[in-house]
């Protein structure tokens, strides 16, 4: 049985419960209210999607900000230690407290 198959038999099913329960009369109403329905959850739906959308740009972005700052981070260690092997021989050859203007 393929999807639309279970769909229609579905449908029928509400439709003889729904029959049994209200007065014919009261079908188109109820089918309008059905109606609604769906398209309140396919606006729901859409609304979702469109945040889903956002949140993954969202993650985008900072995960470019991490990769940027790691960046950032190895550059400064890498002139840290440029720094303090450069004060570590000045030091040897006994030139001691330098004052570097950055």
Known sequence: MDLKADILKDALLQFVKLSDQSPFLDIPKYLHEKNEEIEQLENK????????????????????????SLKNVRTTLVNID???????????????DLVIVI
Do not use: C, M, P, W
């Not at 859409?46 to 740009?57: A, G």
């Not at 440029?82 to 001691?96: A, K, P």
């Open 45 to 68: 739906k859409q609304k979702l999607k469109e945040e889903i959308q956002t949140i993954e740009q969202e993650k985008i972005a900072s995960e470019e900000k991490v990769k940027s």
């Open 82 to 96: 440029i720094f303090v092997n450069t004060r570590d021989e000045l030091e040897s050859y006994g030139i001691h």
